[in-house]
């Protein structure tokens, strides 16, 4: 299994909406990381996870909250959300966080904020 | 200016023509990717390198260390080829985090 699942694949929510993305890999690795891609652009870094602990947050805002359960899910919590947080959320894994390790993204959870 | 810039930004090209994209980035990497990404979303990992070539299938990844540069070649390609490619990078610090570069989009007509 060299899949990583991301749930929902889409998501329309209001501004005052609780909601969650989740990701999920079987593939025993113990680093994990959210990305966020808007249209026509890389994605760009939000979250590093490494043995289940946050190792790097790029200056996200507070109203996005990632959360590592165990070692086979990542969760991205989000609150009071603003339109120009509509992108594409892309969950990925890799061994661990060492030089070079290979990455394996999801499919991606696209986001529509109204 | 990115860290990881590729040529070109757009390509398109008929069916069965050999494509080349090109990657140059700026300091010392432990290891270079190049990713796949169709329109809807998922990213699809291609290659790996960190010197040298590498083959699969009708796709071939080389890096030059010394020169910074990596090229991604398609041989005999075809429409369903079409989507973004992606080259991104793992620096020797901060080995954590890939810097992508800008992509390039890809249109292969039948």
């Known amino acids: 299994d060299t899949e990583v699942t991301q749930t929902p694949k889409h998501l329309v929510m209001g501004m005052t909406n609780k909601k969650s993305l989740k990701c999920e890999q079987h593939?025993?690795?113990?680093?994990m990381y959210w990305y966020k891609q808007k249209a026509k652009k890389p994605p760009e870094l939000m979250f590093v996870y490494s043995y289940e602990k946050l190792s790097i947050n790029e200056s996200v805002p507070s109203r996005f909250s990632p959360e590592c359960p165990n070692s086979s899910l990542l969760n991205l919590h989000l609150h009071a959300l603003q339109p120009e947080d509509s992108a594409l959320y892309l969950c990925?894994?890799?061994?661990?966080?060492?030089?070079?390790?290979?990455?394996?993204f999801g499919q991606g959870t696209r986001l529509t904020v109204v | 200016k990115n860290e990881v810039e590729q040529s070109p930004q757009n390509l398109t090209a008929q069916e069965g023509e050999f494509i080349t994209i090109n990657c140059s980035y700026s300091?010392?990497?432990?290891?270079l990717h190049w990713l796949q990404q169709h329109p809807g979303g998922g990213i699809v990992s291609l290659f790996m390198?960190?010197?040298g070539k590498k083959k699969h299938g009708r796709l071939i990844a080389t890096i030059n260390i010394q020169e910074k540069h990596s090229s991604l070649h398609i041989t005999a390609s075809h429409p369903r080829d079409s989507a973004v490619y992606i080259c991104?990078?793992?620096?020797?610090?901060?080995?954590?985090?890939?810097?992508f570069g800008q992509g390039t989009r890809l249109t292969i007509n039948p």
């Open positions: 991104a990078v793992s620096y020797i610090q901060g080995a954590q985090k890939l810097v």
């Open positions: 300091v010392g990497i432990s290891a």
């Open positions: 990925a894994s890799s061994q661990d966080s060492r030089q070079g390790n290979e990455a394996f």
């Open positions: 593939m025993g690795h113990r680093a």
């Open positions: 390198l960190s010197s």
